[in-house]
C-alpha cells in the first residue's frame, strides 16, 4: 500500500470522539498492516517519568523504556525523530525482537513536548529512509492532533 493511501485510512480511522488508545490501536495495525519488510508497528507513551507499550502490532515487546534508553528512549529524550539503518550499531538498543535489524522512531508531542513515540522495526537493513520519515512524520501530527489527550491524563503543563 502506498503512502498516500495509508494516510488517508488514517485519516478515516483516527476520530476525535474515539479514546486515544483507540485510535493508536488502528493505527499500529493500520501501518503494521500497510508497510512493507515490518515486523512491529507501535507506541510509548509517558507515564510516570518512563515510557510504557501502548498499543501495537507484532511480537510481545518491552514494557518499560526510560527516556534516554535505547532508540526509543533516545528519540524520545531528544525530541527528535530518528532513523537507525542498523540497530545492531546503535549504542544501547534494546533488543525486544532479535530479528529486527533497522527501526524509525517518531516523537508524539502535545505542545511541542513529548508525550511518546511512534515506533516502527524492519527486519532489514536500512528499510527506513526520508520517504518512510516523512510519511511517519504526518502520521505522528495527524494522531496528535486528533487525539484528546487529557483522556490519558496528559494536561498542559503537567505530565501523565
Known amino acids: 500500500m502506498k503512502s498516500a493511501e ?18 493508536l490501536a488502528n493505527a499500529s495495525a493500520l501501518l503494521f498492516q500497510s508497510l512493507s519488510d515490518i515486523n512491529w508497528a507501535g507506541f510509548y507513551l509517558l507515564d510516570r517519568g518512563a515510557l510504557w507499550l501502548g498499543p501495537f502490532a507484532g511480537k510481545p515487546a518491552c514494557v518499560r523504556i526510560a527516556p534516554g534508553r535505547g532508540v526509543c528512549g533516545t528519540a524520545f529524550l531528544r525530541n527528535e525523530t530518528l532513523v537507525v539503518p542498523d540497530v545492531h550499531a546503535f549504542a544501547g ?33 536500512s528499510r527506513f ?32
Do not use: F, M
Not at 485510512?9 to 485510535?23: M, V
Not at 512524520?137 to 491524563?153: M, N, V, Y
Open 6 to 23: 495509508w494516510q488517508s485510512g488514517l485519516a478515516a480511522l483516527c476520530t476525535a470522539d474515539a479514546h486515544p488508545l483507540s485510535n
Open 93 to 125: 538498543h534494546i533488543a525486544c525482537d532479535a530479528a529486527s535489524r533497522s527501526e524509525i522512531v517518531v516523537p508524539l508531542r502535545l505542545e511541542g513536548r513529548p508525550i511518546g513515540v511512534l515506533d516502527v522495526d524492519s527486519p532489514l537493513l
Open 129 to 160: 529512509g526520508e520517504a518512510e520519515r516523512r510519511a511517519l512524520e504526518a502520521a505522528a501530527r495527524r494522531l496528535e492532533s486528533c487525539c484528546d489527550w487529557k483522556r490519558l491524563g496528559y494536561n498542559l503543563g503537567r505530565e501523565a
